[in-house]
């Protein structure tokens, strides 16, 4: 397995075959600065890549999940010469897209603890997330639009997804706060947790329930589903088809049907008998 560096911004964490990752700057709101993006891509990278990690929980640190981008850097991307603005924006935007993008397609489930106010891209990264679920605190807010700015953190693709079309502009137009309550009615989150205390057992226990199945499996039907809305009904046979062909020849596949099979070899001994 790949030796991981000492994070100093993030923590990591396996539990039984979950991976536990949190935000680690809890004096910020667990706001997300170049060096903890560059800490962040680094343990989702080695998640994707471990056979051994079936699934991953994304919570923060302290009280908030995650108050969105950094403010300083904004203050060094302002003060930048005037001719630098431009190219230093794109070269950070690939950076945030590359880390949004490594949560979204990761090929096992990925379920997003919000204890706290998941705001701008806190609350993009939250939405990349397969599933989502929030303690009474939580919060969530697309608040670019009260710095002149866009959801950058995949917010357009992914919120309109969950609530519908209107539902997301009218947030986003707003940067209006979203409680936790409304959050679920809307779509944003799919499940509370009884009590702060037991949000991240209850996301444990979730991401255990959604990756026993076959990792082949997971991995190759999370791929199409995340397409299902660009593709035509066509594409998505195809697709099927295809990694179909491949479950087939799963270990996982395989080990099933032969299990299921001398089960059934054995009760019609004993029914013989």
């Not at 959050?183 to 991401?207: F, T």
Request: proline share 4%; hydrophobic share 45%; charged share 20%.
């Amino acid at each position: 397995m790949t030796h991981l560096p000492d994070f100093q911004l993030i923590q990591f964490a396996v539990r039984d075959g979950i991976a536990v990752l949190t935000l680690n700057r809890p004096d910020k709101r667990n706001a997300i600065s170049d060096a903890m993006r560059s800490e962040l891509i680094v343990a989702l990278e080695h998640v994707t890549a471990s056979r051994d990690i079936r699934a991953l929980v994304l919570t923060g640190n302290g009280k908030g999940f995650c108050a969105g981008g950094d403010v300083a850097g904004m203050q060094r991307r302002m003060d930048a010469p005037p001719g630098e603005v431009g190219f230093n924006g794109w070269t950070r935007q690939q950076r945030v897209h590359h880390s949004v993008a490594l949560l979204h397609n990761m090929p096992k489930p990925t379920i997003a603890a919000v204890n706290g106010g998941a705001n701008g891209l806190g609350a993009d990264m939250a939405m990349a997330c397969d599933f989502v679920i929030a303690a009474e605190s939580a919060s969530f807010t697309w608040s670019y639009i009260h710095r002149g700015l866009i959801p950058d953190g995949g917010g357009m693709y992914f919120l309109p997804r969950r609530t519908g079309l209107a539902t997301a502009k009218a947030l986003i137009f707003s940067g209006r706060k979203v409680e936790a309550t409304e959050a679920l009615q809307l779509g944003i989150a799919d499940r509370l947790s009884a009590a702060p205390e037991s949000l991240l057992g209850d996301a444990l226990a979730w991401a255990a329930e959604l990756s026993h199945g076959s990792p082949t499996a997971l991995a190759l039907g999370k791929s199409i589903l995340n397409q299902t809305f660009e593709l035509t009904a066509d594409q998505v046979f195809a697709q099927g088809s295809q990694a179909q062909g491949i479950c087939y020849t799963s270990t996982e596949h395989r080990e099933s049907v032969m299990a299921f099979l001398a089960k059934a070899a054995a009760a019609k001994s004993t029914q013989q008998g």
